[in-house]
């Protein structure tokens, strides 16, 4: 069973698992040397730096590593950057965090997602168009665009019981360049 403890542990769990994902990882704020480098290896319209520690904390949006510098003093010890998915919001079919459970017989399904191209993972829950809690026979979810495409990916990777925030989009992204991006995965923190 999956056990993630923080956002760095997330990161580093999803790259041990063979997750697709815009680049991301944490740094310490005074590591410029690792930052720059990267910003080298990740070329990118744009990135998004925020706070590992926190939920809901900050976020800046930055187009390179100039920008970044200069943010830098606004985070204390460390430093999450990320590829930013904002480029490709117009390419979303479905966003949100879900949970497949494996129970005896049918499993269940927990998903609160968006389909419009205005979905963050920050505002899914503001005004959510989908808030579901169903087991895995009910026609309705298998209705919802991308639903297929997600719990799929859920299913090859044995993501059950962990919370996966996810994009499904029309093109292939990320750093295995498919259709499904995992943002994070959660559990007990």
């Not at 769990?13 to 740094?27: A, E, H, I, Q, S």
Request: net charge positive; with cysteine; charged share 30%.
């Amino acid at each position: 069973m999956i056990k993630v403890s923080s956002k760095k542990d997330a990161i580093e769990k999803m790259k041990k698992l063979g997750l697709n994902y815009f680049p991301c990882d944490v740094f310490d704020v005074k590591n410029t040397a690792e930052i720059k480098k990267f910003f080298d290896k990740h070329n990118a319209q744009e990135y998004c730096m925020r706070n590992p520690n926190r939920t809901n904390g900050k976020y800046y949006y930055v187009n390179n590593f100039e920008e970044a510098l200069k943010l830098l003093p606004k985070f204390k010890t460390s430093v999450t950057i990320d590829v930013s998915y904002r480029p490709y919001k117009e390419d979303i079919v479905l966003v949100g965090d879900i949970k497949l459970s494996k129970n005896y017989g049918a499993g269940t399904v927990d998903l609160t997602a968006r389909t419009d191209s205005e979905a963050t993972q920050r505002n899914i829950y503001e005004n959510p168009e989908y808030n579901i809690h169903a087991s895995l026979e009910e026609d309705k979810i298998w209705r919802i665009p991308g639903f297929e495409k997600i719990a799929g990916y859920i299913s090859a990777h044995e993501l059950y019981d962990v919370i996966v925030e996810f994009g499904v989009y029309s093109c292939k992204l990320g750093v295995k360049k498919e259709n499904v991006v995992i943002s994070e995965i959660r559990t007990g923190f």
